[in-house]
């Protein structure tokens, strides 16, 4: 079971300070799920599924998938306020190899190639404008040291404290929220019929071809969703987290789904079935479409706001990450260090560095095919240790229950493992990309093991 000490004694790693609240966990979630995602993916959903009923449906099972996860984080970070999130709850319900595998898969590819993908994009856009991010169009020569110059700089406000790097994320969300919903509302009001164009790809209507481009589309829409649930990586410094965590899931995972929804209706009014199928980049394509080369620009700052909230994001949640394996001997006692100031410095260093080799060398169609499976299982992992624990420990506080857990898990397991085949059948060599991944992780682990027995 997980070591439990009082408050103050964590000398060895530093004290984690009770600073934050909801604001900044709704923050979170919403910084890390609305990015590049939801301005590229909607076209590949549409390529995959060309059809409206289908298009708005399975972001609508995006939704009902992650409502089941929020109801499963909501009990176990309310009762098991730890920082460090999924691994934490990982390694409570199933020990420390499964909450190494878990943590070495975010700490090495999910979270410093999400970052580096993001910030990619954003030096794009910096040197190029939303013209860099058309159909076609190549990276500008100087993205990636422009990306590489703006994961630093994210991180050097990372290193300056807890408190600034809350706050920078919160102003993020204000701007965000704001300028997305109303680019795509006043798209749908000044933009033309949709023109007629090249007829997309017919309708998979084979049970085989159906599931594989259901899996195809999922794949998108769960990595664009993904990020909601964010907060949990906060709980150790989040002041009452009983209250706060789950009322910062819920209101995130409302917001981005609002977002998501606005946006694809959007989409789909201005550039219609066929448009939107062909379209690399939507949310340029419906800007330049409604307002021309002014909408082309303001969707160039509007973007670049939602990345560097993105970016933000994950420097707030990754290090955390690096915090409870170290708390549980299974990383480094450096990249769990918090000073004062409540930044870790090596583990922000660890992201930064990572993020900046990612971005030389990963292309976001290899990110989204890889990470996708792993965070489908962890999600599995998570939901079936809710029952775990509830046997395990039936007398511990729970300041937020989920009724018929059962149920809500049964349901959650079903829907991954429907969604974790069809990924499969999409992608088997990603499958391949991740067993490897997994296998070098329980490598390393036979060299922790001890340490972490030792800490049991």
């Known amino acids: 079971m997980l070591r439990r000490r009082p408050a103050g004694v964590r000398a060895p790693l530093g004290e984690l300070r009770r600073i934050l609240g909801t604001t900044t966990g709704v923050a979170v979630g919403i910084g890390t799920a609305v990015g590049a995602g939801i ?3 909607p076209g590949e959903v549409a390529k995959a599924l060309p059809s409206v009923p289908w298009i708005l ?3 609508c099972i995006g939704a009902l998938v992650a409502t089941l996860d929020v109801l499963i ?9 730890r920082v460090g999130g999924l691994v934490a709850y990982v390694r409570l319900s199933f020990g420390p190899a499964a909450a190494f595998l878990v943590g070495w898969s975010m700490l090495l590819v999910t979270w410093p190639a999400s970052l580096a993908l993001v910030a990619v994009a954003t030096g794009d856009l910096l040197c190029g404008g939303a013209a860099t991010l058309a159909p076609g169009a190549a990276p500008t020569s100087s993205g990636a040291v422009v990306a590489a110059a703006v994961i630093a700089a994210v991180g050097a406000v990372n290193l300056v404290g807890l408190r600034w790097s809350a706050r920078f994320e919160v102003v993020l969300l204000l701007l965000k929220v704001t300028l997305l919903a109303g680019i795509c509302i006043a798209a749908a009001i000044a933009a033309p019929a949709p023109a007629a164009g090249v007829a997309a790809a017919a309708f998979p209507v084979a049970p085989g071809e159906l ?17 909601y649930a964010d907060a949990v990586y906060l709980a150790g410094e989040t002041r009452a987290p009983g209250r706060a965590l789950p009322r910062a899931l819920f209101t995130a995972l409302l917001v981005i789904t609002a977002l998501y929804l606005l946006a694809n209706v959007t989409f789909l009014a201005v550039l219609g079935i066929d448009g939107l199928a062909q379209s690399q980049f939507p949310a340029l394509d419906v800007a330049r479409r409604a307002f021309g080369t002014v909408g082309a620009q303001a969707l160039t700052v509007i973007a670049v706001v939602v990345m560097l909230g993105a ?4 420097f707030l949640t990754g290090p955390r990450i690096a915090r409870v394996l170290a708390e549980e001997r299974l990383a480094l006692p450096a990249l769990g260090r918090v000073p ?23 292309t976001f169609a290899q990110l989204l095919s890889v990470t996708v499976p792993i965070l489908s299982a962890t999600t599995a992992l998570v939901a079936a240790g809710l029952l775990v624990q509830r046997v395990r420990a039936p007398a511990r506080e729970r300041p937020f229950r989920v009724r018929q857990g059962w149920l809500v898990v049964g349901l959650q397991l079903l829907i991954g493992l429907a969604l974790l085949a069809s990924f499969v059948v999409a992608n088997p060599a990603a499958l391949a990309i991740d067993v490897a991944a997994l296998a070098l992780g329980l490598v390393v682990y036979a060299f922790v093991r001890p340490r972490a027995v030792r800490s049991a």
């Open 73 to 81: 984080l909501a009990e176990m970070s309310a009762s098991v306020p």
């Open 340 to 362: 004062e100031s409540g930044a870790p410095v090596v583990a922000t260093l660890w992201i930064v560095l990572a993020a900046i080799a990612f971005a030389l060398t990963t």
């Open 311 to 314: 970016i933000n994001a994950y």
């Open 39 to 41: 301005l590229r993916t």
């Open 57 to 59: 449906g399975v972001w």
């Open 211 to 227: 599931f594989a481009a259901l899996g195809g589309a999922m794949t998108s829409v769960i990595f664009t969703y993904d990020g």
